[in-house]
Structure formats: structure tokens, C-alpha cells
């Protein structure tokens, strides 16, 4: 039996790559690709894929080319992402049984069982199976492409999309039903058509919709394999499944653990986010960076040091304090909002960590913010930054802070006064804004009063 791995990208992951071929190379026996921009390939990386017996192929050549020419960038993906399913047509042309697509940011930990692995042959693909694909798209959209594409009664609700970091090809079967025609036609009749997804890549909801459209079911992996620790959330019972097998960890966040580590951007996007994903990936950094220091890199720069328990102990004690922060700000701006509905009678409508307040007369919104510092801030879009400058010019004898190329106005309020003087301020400011006609804040139009 023939099995290839390949992973493909532009010159950018070829250093990462070799990573995650030589964990590889340690635990399993598989034939590797590596399909990226190879003119632009240094020494020191053509000799190491040459050590791991790693073939390379130009993802520029002009026959790649005209194969995926119907495609387009998405996100901060290029086209060549769609090369990944036109490669299993030349591995079936040389041999091989079966395929693995792997993303580059993957480290791989143990020994594959390949009978975990590899698709029965009416399964063609193997794959994480994630949710269905009828909670992504809308119902009339879905209705008008079942229309076209799939033949027959099939319960969408039961069909899942993917996540495309780690699949397994039955490379003939995947030929024989012309997997990459059928995946560019209903490409181009959703881009053609302005359809939109709701939470998942176009790429992995259109992988998902193929079996419908070709009558199948994927096999479902393993987590094992593809674990990605700041990227899902998994059941307790789950977590130590995965833990006691683990295969492959997928550095799937834009956090890489060859990047530096900006310890307060960790700790803003954690925060925004309410959750502790980047964290998450944090912790399984150290793994990869063990691998890669067996590696006689020279030009590729990232952190040869592991991270100690401390560096962990103090990120998680960062953002637990922020996140706390949150909380408290959030308990202030729940009374903000319940003295100025209850005595100035504004109209707020709850949104998630936010309060909508129905005021000005453009198409553009407003932010008031305010936090545990008593700092209020006023925000407005691009097309209407006009109005903080009127709303100065209204209000001389407040001491706002201008932030123009951000669009806002900052108030440093007294922390120590009680919150109904500062909510009269709050109020005061309004008033007098509402007061110019042209403005007209309070006419009900779009606006937020919400956390900063």
C-alpha cells in the first residue's frame, strides 16, 4: 500500500513544514510532498528536504495554473489553497493508494493507525466531521443549489461541513467520481450566485456539501488527529480521550508557535473573545518548538527556548484579570444603562456585551463606553466623525480627550462620584447635542451604549 502525505502553501510555511515532516518521519512510513513556491526556495531548504526525502513541486508551474483559474482569493487564504484537491489526480497518477492533506502547522506526536485513518472505499475522503451544513447557509440558498447539484431525497441536516487540516484520500475512488470537477462546479455556481456562509469557510462547506451531491459519507476521524486545541471546544469526557492518544496537534489559530509572542495581544484577543483560545494554543507550543530544535535550521528564526511554567503561569493570570475586569465593567455598564433608561427614558435595546441606543439621524452609529475607570467614551463611524467635532463645539466646558483618527471622544469622569452625577453629565452631553437640528440624536437611528 502506497501513501502519500503533501502539504501545500507559499514560501511562507516551507520552514514549518519541515517541522511537521520531520515528526513525520519519526513515527510513520509515508512518501512526502511538499507543494509550494520552489523558485523561491533557499539552500539550506532545499538540502533539508532532500535529507527528509521530501519531493517538491511549483505550485506556479502553468498547468497548476490553469487549473484552479476559475478560482479566487478568499479571506487571508490565496487561490493555490484550491490546488490541494487537484493534487490527487497526479498522486493516482503515480502509484500512490492513498493521500493525506495535511496543513502545514501541524506537528505530528504518534503513529498513525491506519485503519483509523483511511476512508473505506465507498467513504473516499476521511475527515473531521464538524456541524451540518444546513446551520451555515440560508434555506432558500441551500434549496437553489440542491436544485442543481444533488439527484434524489437526502437529509442535509445529517451532512456535515469539515475542517480541512487533516484528510485522508482514497486518491482512485476520488478520481473515478472526478471529485475536483464536481467541488469547481458548485465553486462557481455559489460564487456566480453571491451566496454567503454564516460561520464556516466556502472551502469546508463546499467539501461537506459533496456528499450530497455525490451520495456518500465521509468516515469521521478521530479528534486524535486532528486536535486543535484553540480552535474547538470539546466535552470533558472527550478532552481525555484525545489527551491519552493524541496523533497530531493542529496550530490552527493565527498564533504559530515559531512566532514571537506579543504577551498583551494574547491577552486582548483572549478577552474579546471571552475565552481562552489563544491561551489554549499557547500551551502546546513547547511541543513544537522540541521538534523543531532537532532541526539544523540557520535561516529560520523563532524561539529555541521553551516557555517555562511561569511564562504560562503569569499569561493565564493576565488574562483571567482582564477577563474579571470585563465582568465588572460590564456589571457598571448593566447600571449605567438602568439609571439613564429609568430617569432620562432613553430606549436601549440589549445586544451581547452591549446596549443599543436608538439616537442620531445618519446612516452612521455612535459608541458610548464606559468602564471601571469611569472613563467615557464616545465613538462614531468613518462617514460621520464630523459630529464629534460639533459635539466639542456643544460642550466647551467638558473636557473631552480628541481621538480623531480612531473616530472618538474620551471623558476621564470622577471615579469617586456617585454614578447618578456621572450618568447626568452623560446625559447633559446628549442634551445639548440633540439640541442642533442637524444632528438630532435623539430621532432614533443607530447607536450603541456599550463597554469599551
Known sequence: MKIAVYVLGDHNIIYPALVLFTSLKKHNDFDFFLYTESETMNEEQIRLCQDLNIRVENIQNEEYKRRISVFSNFKRWPKELF??????????????????KMDYDILCLDTYKLDEVLPKKDQILSVILKRSIVQTIAEKDLQTLNECFVSGERDLTKVSSVNAGFIAIDVKRYVDVDFFSQYTRVYQYITKSNIQFHGEFIEQWILGYLQAVLGITYKGVNLAYNFRPGGIVIAEKAITQVAARCKNIHYSMACKPWLPVDWAEYVKIDVTRNDLSWFNNFLFFNEWIRVANTIPFVGFSYRKEEYTPFDIYLLFTNIKGALNAKIKNNELLHAYVAHLS???????VPREHSFR???????????????TQCLFSLHCDEADKDTLATIVQKNPDIPFVEEPKQGRLTLALDCKAPLEKNCQTIADIIKRTDNDSHLGLLKKTKSFFRLG
Do not use: Q
Not at 490546488?83 to 493525506?100: E, H
Not at 441606543?357 to 468602564?371: H, M, P, Q
Open 357 to 371: 441606543l436608538s439616537f442620531g439621524k445618519t446612516n452612521g452609529f455612535y459608541e458610548i463606553a464606559i468602564d
Open 83 to 100: 490546488l490541494n484537491y487537484v493534487i490527487p489526480y497526479y498522486l493516482n497518477d503515480l502509484g500512490y493508494d492513498y493521500a493525506i
Open 342 to 348: 429609568t430617569v432620562y427614558h432613553y430606549h436601549f
